[in-house]
Structure formats: C-alpha cells, structure tokens
C-alpha cells in the first residue's frame, strides 16, 4: 500500500476545538455518522514552546478494536517532512451508527492506550466487544458512502479526508459478512438512502454497502452465501438474493427464486420492483408494466415504485401515462450525509503526494492568489445542477421524455393531461356545483388499460408525499430567484432565434389552488413537477444558446472561447439532457485548458460505449492519479470499471497496456495496486 501525505487542519488557539465540535454534534446525527476524525497534539521540539492541534478526517481504517485505531494513530507520529515538531497525543474518533456512540481510543506517546465511548449527552461509557463490532461494520459502511465515484465531487466536499480500501483481502471480506449477518436485522437503524421514505430490513444503509461491495468486487458467491443463509431467517430477504444472482449471471435461478418468493409474500413490494427492473431490461415491457403496478398498489408511499412504473410507462411511449406516474410520485425533502461542521482553522495544509506527481494534471489549475475562473451567471444559476434524491431522479425522468419525444411534444402532451393556467381561469365561471373528487393522476395511471390488473391505490396514500414536498416551501423559495433570474438575464452577443427556439412552459394549475375541475380527463399538476417544467425550459435554452452560438462562430470559422469551469458545466448539462456527443465535446474543450476529473470521467464513459480498452485505461490512470494527490486511494466505481476490463481482456492484458504507458512509474503502480486488489479477490479475467 503506497501511504499517501498526511493532510493537517492546524488550530493554534484553541487546540482541541475540532473534537469540542464534534462532540456537540453527536445528537444531530440521524445516520451513519460523519467519516472519522484523527486529532494529534504536536509540540515543537524547541524547549517551552507550546502545542498545536492538527487533525484530519478518514475512512477505510480497521475500527474493530482499540488496538487497530492505535495502530493507526502510530503511523503518524513520525513525519520525515518535519522534524521540528513531535506528536504527544492523538486521540481516534470513530461512529457508533447502531448505538449512536462515538467510540474514542486516546493514544499518549509515550505512553497508555485508553479506549471509551462517548454518548450524545457527552457522557463517557465503557467500549464493549460488542460495541467495537457494531463500530466496524459501520467504519466498512461509512468507507463506501463517503467514496468519490471519481468525477471529484465528493472529494471537494470535505478538506483534508483520507480514503482507504476498508476490505482488502477475503479474510477482512469474512469478517465484514460476519458482523454483517449478526447485525443484518438491526440495519433499518442506519437508515436509508434518500429515495426510501421509511427504512426496512431489506432497505438500509446496511444492505445499500452490501450490495455495492458484492457489485464493485464481483464476490456474487460470497454474497448468495449470505443472503442464502438470511433468507431462512426472513423471506424478505430474497429480494437482494435475487440483485446478487442476477448480477451474477444467475438468471435462472434469480426468476425461479422471486417466483417462489412471491408465492409466500404476494406483495412485497421489493421483490416486485426487482421482478418489474429484470422484465425492462429484457425489454419485456407489458410484463414489466403489471409487475410496476402492483409495486406502486403494495407501497404507495414510497418513491420508488412509483419511478419504477414511470420508467416503463417511458419504455413503452407511453408519454402521458408516464407523466401523470410522475406526477403522482411521493417527493421527499433531501437530507444530506452527515457531514463534519468543523470550526474555523488557523491553516490549513495540503501536501502533495510525490507518487501522484503527473505534469499534465498539474498544468493550467488555479493558484493559491490566482482570480476565480469567470463562469457566466446564468450558467451557475441552474437549478437541475443542484437536485439530489427524488428531485434527482424524477428530473432524471422528465428529461428522458424530452430527449424522446422532443420539447415541443412534451409541452402537448402536458396540456392533454394536466390543466393549464389560462385554461383554467377561462372555465372556472362557467363551473357549477363541485361533481366530487373523481379520478386522480395516481389511479389513472394504475388503472390504465391494460390486461390482469390487481387493486388500486387510495389518493390519500398516493399523494401524501407529493403533499410534504408542496410543504417543503423553502425549495420553491430558492427556486423562484434562480429561475426568474436566470430567464430575465442577458446573454452575450445572443442572436434573438436562439433564445425564442424553446418555447417557455405556461404554467399549470397547482393542486393547492383548485380541488376539482371540470373536465374529468385532465388532472392537476404537482407544484414540484410544475417547477421541474421550468427548470428543463432553463436548461434547455442555456443549451439552445450554446449550440447556435457554436454554430455560428464555426460558420466565422471563429475560435468559440469559454473557461475551463464553464466547458465543465456545459458538458455536465448536455450530459444531464441525454445529449452525450454535445457533453463529450465540451469536456475534451475542458481538459484541453485545464484537467477536471469530471471530464476525465465523462471521457471514461465515452470510451466505455466504445469498448476502447487503451482509452479507457488512459482515463483511468489519470483519474486514479487525481483521485491520490487528494488523499483518497479508494474508488468503488474506478475499481468496478478496473474489475471489468480485466474480466473482459484479462489481467496479462491490463497490466501490460498501464505498465507500457509513456508515464512516470509511481503513478503507474497506483493503478496496478486496482488490478493487484482484482488478483486478491480471484475476479474473473485474473487467473494465469
């Protein structure tokens, strides 16, 4: 393992304000807990100087006992960059997610090692062995959660935060399913990811990290072993048996198991959503569409299904079914991780690894004093950038029609099913007496015609989530600015037909305003998806602009000039509106300038699509190289790609085209340390 530079966040005042911080911040947390925090008291080796705290935040490390974060906090007492300071104290701050205790082992050098636990009201207790195995299943969680998916974003949130490979080899892998399968039953308290409302056995944090270590590593046999044996416990639990198999090329016996399991839980509404996602991909769309069905009939409430039934309804071009699906989906106020709110440090420091050296990544980026890269206004003003969890994906899904069926269509299509504003004032004299509810756009999407379907869903239940998400008004709030702003701004040297191409959504009728309408076949839209109309309008006039002024100058034979960030941000939205040759070409523009791991990692994608093992490998090594110079050497979806073109062309092959590659050694054997991790785990491809 090539050590990376140890990153420091210096406080010369008060020097144990970090941990302070930390402390108070125990009872806000609602999940798995910040990463871990490593505090050192150094003190200068000159006589009578005084101490300074520095402290750094970490991942990955081995938190099953006192012993192993004593070993860590030894790693760091010795600095050969500087020998003027000496470390007298350091103190390991791990998460209890399941107990929501901090656990702490205090080093004193030279010295004793004491181990506690802190509880949310500061209090110490004792640190039992079964508090440390709780604390190391979730230090192996927080290790995938906190992971950059290698485009940087991630990285850029947390300063000075170490990234380690929790589980390394199939030793620390059977540990990690031990503690796993004794703890599987109390993962709902972890809680879940953003799109599930209420957390469940089979929904959790816990089976969220399961099924990505099982995906990143490719260890489907280790992960049908353990779900195999839980499955006895609760049949609930087939539905990941099920994920794992057919990952693992087991379809077989993935589409006889959720037969069986369905004949004992008839609507369990996981099984039905994986029985739903493996009929699409086959490209089974009415089958699928009556297993999204009874999804959304067994769990109205959840976001999910109703996504799920949205994107066969999209499969199928169904435009309108899909629309009113959408409208109808459960929409969920986003709650971050639990991220470290620390005090103001003194300094801070960041070392450059030496290993992770590589001239063309250092090249063109911003100096400490350099001016802020200008980035036009209205390319920061847009809202799609910022969505997270249901809003992410319910925008995902809108833009996907659009992509289809085209902007305009989208507009028609929107006024056939949902009531317009103008259409709405014109008819509402002529409205008698109120004719009762009717029907609604969640049953009207459920019961849509079409053969064998079972149930249907009370309005209450279908919209009690798109209510919380009208009652969430700090969203639209920030909306309003950002969209008013950014359609009122000015553009540079805008020809006048690039801006008037997109026609600008009317605005619909909101539910809140108006509880029934005169005509039966026409429903009223969600304030939210209302929202996202005008968010794709933004979008797609920002790329409207683009693309005409593009044209324009290339017709000049001008040079179209744009920043390093702004290339990045146009790549991002073309990716974001399904236009991916657009988003290519601004990313080559944006690491022509400067490099951007986002781009590298759009440019990985491309060469993905085209199955070009060199380019993708090119990417890789540079991404890799990125990912270390900021401290993290662990990269779920960069060792996922690594595992796949080794399966696909074999590890020999791999390995020769990276070890044949015009660049410095230490940053070659970065990526050998992936294809080495592959070897360990006996990953298809590595044999021979």
Same mark, same amino acid.
């Given at each position: 393992?090539?050590?990376?530079?140890?990153?420091?966040?210096?406080?010369?005042?008060?020097?144990?304000?970090?941990?302070?911080?930390?402390?108070?911040?125990?009872?806000?947390?609602?999940?798995?807990?910040?990463?871990?925090?490593?505090?050192?008291?150094?003190?200068?080796?000159?006589?009578?100087?005084?101490?300074?705290?520095?402290?750094?935040?970490?991942?990955?490390?081995?938190?099953?006992?006192?012993?192993?974060?004593?070993?860590?906090?030894?790693?760091?007492?010795?600095?050969?960059?500087?020998?003027?300071?000496?470390?007298?104290?350091?103190?390991?701050?791990?998460?209890?997610?399941?107990?929501?205790?901090?656990?702490?082992?205090?080093?004193?050098?030279?010295?004793?090692?004491?181990?506690?636990?802190?509880?949310?009201?500061?209090?110490?207790?004792?640190?039992?062995?079964?508090?440390?195995?709780?604390?190391?299943?979730?230090?192996?969680?927080?290790?995938?959660?906190?992971?950059?998916?290698?485009?940087?974003?991630?990285?850029?949130?947390?300063?000075?935060?170490?990234?380690?490979?929790?589980?390394?080899?199939?030793?620390?892998?059977?540990?990690?399913?031990?503690?796993?399968?004794?703890?599987?039953?109390?993962?709902?308290?972890?809680?879940?990811?953003?799109?599930?409302?209420?957390?469940?056995?089979?929904?959790?944090?816990?089976?969220?990290?399961?099924?990505?270590?099982?995906?990143?590593?490719?260890?489907?046999?280790?992960?049908?072993?353990?779900?195999?044996?839980?499955?006895?416990?609760?049949?609930?639990?087939?539905?990941?048996?099920?994920?794992?198999?057919?990952?693992?090329?087991?379809?077989?016996?993935?589409?006889?198991?959720?037969?069986?399991?369905?004949?004992?839980?008839?609507?369990?509404?996981? %099984?039905?959503?994986?029985?739903?996602?493996?009929?699409?991909?086959?490209?089974?769309?009415?089958?699928?569409?009556?297993?999204?069905?009874?999804?959304?009939?067994?769990?109205?409430?959840?976001?999910?299904?109703?996504?799920?039934?949205?994107?066969?309804?999209?499969?199928?071009?169904?435009?309108?079914?899909? %629309?009113?699906?959408?409208?109808?989906?459960?929409?969920?106020?986003?709650?971050?991780?639990?991220?470290?709110?620390?005090?103001?440090?003194?300094?801070?420091?960041?070392?450059?690894?030496?290993?992770?050296?590589?001239?063309?990544?250092?090249?063109?980026?911003?100096?400490?004093?350099?001016?802020?890269?200008?980035?036009?206004?209205?390319?920061?003003? %847009?809202?799609?950038?910022?969505?997270?969890?249901?809003?992410?994906?319910?925008?995902?899904?809108?833009?996907?029609?659009?992509?289809?069926?085209?902007?305009?269509?989208?507009?028609?299509?929107?006024?056939?099913?949902?009531?317009?504003?103008?259409?709405?004032?014109?008819?509402?004299?002529?409205?008698?007496?109120?004719?009762?509810?009717?029907?609604?756009?969640?049953?009207?999407?459920?019961?849509?015609?079409?053969?064998?379907?079972?149930?249907?869903?009370?309005?209450?239940?279908?919209?009690?989530?798109?209510?919380?998400?009208?009652?969430?008004?700090?969203?639209?709030?920030?909306?309003?600015?950002?969209?008013?702003?950014?359609?009122?701004?000015?553009?540079?040297?805008?020809?006048?037909?690039?801006?008037?191409?997109?026609?600008?959504?009317?605005?619909?009728?909101?539910?809140?305003?108006?509880?029934?309408?005169?005509?039966?076949?026409?429903?009223?839209?969600?304030?939210?998806?209302?929202?996202?109309?005008?968010?794709?309008?933004?979008?797609?006039?920002?790329?409207?602009?683009?693309?005409?002024?593009?044209?324009?100058?290339?017709?000049?034979?001008?040079?179209?000039?744009?920043?390093?960030?702004?290339?990045?941000?146009?790549?991002?939205?073309?990716?974001?509106?399904?236009?991916?040759?657009?988003?290519?070409?601004?990313?080559?523009?944006?690491?022509?300038?400067?490099?951007?791991?986002?781009?590298?990692?759009?440019? %990985?994608?491309?060469?993905?699509?085209?199955?070009?093992?060199?380019?993708?490998?090119?990417?890789?090594?540079?991404?890799?190289?990125?990912?270390?110079?900021?401290?993290?050497?662990?990269?779920?979806?960069?060792?996922?790609?690594?595992?796949?073109?080794?399966?696909?062309?074999?590890?020999?092959?791999?390995?020769?085209?990276?070890?044949?590659?015009?660049?410095?050694?230490?940053?070659?054997?970065?990526?050998?340390?992936?294809?080495?991790?592959?070897?360990?785990?006996?990953?298809?491809?590595?044999?021979?």
């Amino acid at each position: 393992m090539v050590a990376p530079a140890i990153p420091e966040i210096v406080e010369d005042e008060d020097i144990f304000a970090a941990i302070d911080a930390r402390t108070e911040a125990l009872q806000g947390l609602r999940e798995l807990g910040p990463p871990d925090l490593v505090h050192l008291v150094k003190q200068s080796t000159k006589a009578g100087s005084r101490q300074t705290g520095v402290y750094h935040h970490v991942t990955g490390i081995d938190a099953s006992s006192a012993a192993s974060l004593a070993a860590y906090v030894n790693t760091l007492t010795y600095s050969p960059s500087d020998k003027s300071h000496k470390v007298v104290q350091g103190l390991y701050c791990c998460y209890n997610a399941f107990s929501h205790l901090d656990m702490r082992v205090e080093v004193k050098i030279p010295g004793r090692v004491e181990s506690y636990c802190i509880d949310e009201r500061g209090e110490k207790r004792v640190a039992s062995d079964a508090l440390w195995l709780e604390t190391f299943l979730c230090g192996i969680l927080r290790a995938y959660s906190y992971a950059d998916d290698g485009s940087g974003d991630a990285i850029k949130k947390i300063v000075g935060f170490r990234r380690f490979n929790p589980v390394t080899n199939t030793e620390t892998e059977h540990r990690f399913f031990e503690a796993a399968e004794r703890l599987f039953f109390n993962g709902r308290q972890l809680g879940s990811d953003p799109e599930i409302q209420i957390p469940n056995p089979v929904s959790n944090h816990l089976t969220s990290g399961l099924l990505q270590y099982i995906q990143t590593t490719g260890r489907f046999t280790s992960g049908i072993n353990l779900f195999e044996k839980l499955r006895t416990r609760d049949v609930e639990v087939s539905s990941l048996l099920a994920k794992i198999l057919i990952s693992g090329d087991e379809e077989v016996q993935a589409v006889r198991l959720l037969h069986d399991a369905l004949q004992d839980v008839p609507m369990d509404y996981a %099984l039905l959503d994986c029985q739903a996602s493996f009929c699409k991909s086959k490209g089974e769309g009415e089958m699928a569409l009556e297993c999204a069905k009874r999804g959304v009939t067994a769990a109205p409430s959840e976001f999910g299904t109703w996504a799920r039934l949205a994107e066969v309804y999209i499969a199928l071009e169904q435009w309108d079914l899909a %629309l009113l699906t959408l409208n109808s989906c459960p929409m969920f106020s986003y709650q971050d991780k639990d991220t470290p709110r620390m005090p103001e440090p003194s300094r801070i420091m960041l070392p450059l690894p030496p290993e992770s050296a590589l001239d063309e990544i250092e090249e063109g980026q911003p100096r400490e004093g350099d001016p802020f890269e200008s980035v036009n206004p209205s390319l920061r003003k %847009l809202q799609a950038a910022t969505y997270q969890g249901t809003f992410h994906k319910a925008y995902s899904l809108l833009t996907e029609i659009a992509a289809s069926i085209g902007w305009d269509q989208l507009l028609k299509i929107r006024s056939q099913v949902f009531v317009m504003e103008e259409e709405y004032r014109s008819e509402r004299q002529n409205l008698g007496p109120s004719k009762g509810p009717g029907q609604n756009a969640s049953t009207t999407a459920l019961r849509a015609p079409s053969p064998g379907v079972n149930g249907s869903v009370e309005r209450q239940d279908a919209e009690n989530g798109a209510e919380k998400a009208n009652a969430d008004s700090s969203d639209e709030e920030n909306d309003k600015p950002a969209r008013n702003s950014a359609l009122n701004g000015e553009t540079n040297n805008l020809p006048p037909a690039a801006d008037e191409s997109i026609e600008r959504p009317e605005h619909t009728v909101a539910s809140e305003v108006v509880k029934s309408v005169g005509e039966d076949n026409k429903r009223l839209c969600e304030r939210w998806l209302d929202n996202l109309f005008m968010v794709l309008y933004e979008d797609l006039r920002i790329y409207t602009i683009w693309r005409t002024e593009m044209a324009q100058y290339r017709q000049q034979q001008m040079q179209y000039k744009k920043s390093a960030a702004e290339w990045e941000i146009l790549g991002e939205l073309a990716e974001r509106l399904h236009h991916f040759p657009e988003a290519i070409e601004a990313y080559q523009q944006c690491l022509g300038i400067r490099f951007s791991a986002k781009a590298m990692k759009g440019i %990985l994608k491309m060469y993905e699509q085209e199955g070009d093992t060199r380019g993708m490998l090119a990417a890789l090594i540079r991404l890799i190289a990125w990912q270390h110079k900021w401290y993290s050497e662990f990269s779920p979806d960069l060792l996922l790609t690594v595992r796949k073109l080794i399966e696909e062309e074999g590890a020999v092959k791999v390995r020769s085209i990276v070890q044949a590659t015009n660049l410095p050694q230490s940053v070659l054997d970065l990526t050998h340390q992936y294809c080495q991790l592959c070897a360990a785990f006996h990953s298809s491809g590595t044999e021979g």
